[in-house]
């Protein structure tokens, strides 16, 4: 019904800049909350950030400072702007959605299936 794509990801220097985008497509009434959450290897996916349907932010601890998350309601889609990444940002970022479908009106969280990011020390 609902499909969240990511693109953007790759490999980047350390002290590098990338910037995630995450587009979500179907028959959409409404998206709320929108986010990124990441997972290395062998270690649990985490948090990284949040964007509200009215345009609030929240960080992790981690990232504070360094990523900017924003979206565009007309297409649908939440990027995260990452600057000065450092080898331990590698990971699998992953969006997700809080969507209001078109036809049934149902409301729940959809997920990405991430992009790769590498950076190299």
């Known amino acids: 019904q609902v499909q969240l794509v990511e693109s953007g990801g790759g490999l980047v220097q350390a002290g590098g800049s990338l910037r995630l985008s995450c587009a979500a497509s179907?028959?959409?009434?409404?998206?709320?909350?929108m986010g990124w959450y990441r997972q290395a290897p062998g270690k649990q996916r985490e948090w990284v950030a949040t964007i509200t349907s009215g345009g609030s932010t929240n960080y992790a601890d981690l990232v504070k400072g360094r990523f900017t998350i924003s979206r565009d309601n007309a297409k649908n889609t939440v990027y995260v702007q990452m600057n000065s990444l450092k080898p331990e940002d590698t990971a699998v970022y992953y969006c997700n959605a809080f969507v209001t479908t078109g036809e049934s009106r149902y409301t729940r969280q959809y997920w990405g299936q991430g992009t790769q990011v590498t950076v190299s020390s």
């Open positions: 179907g028959t959409i009434f409404s998206i709320n909350a």
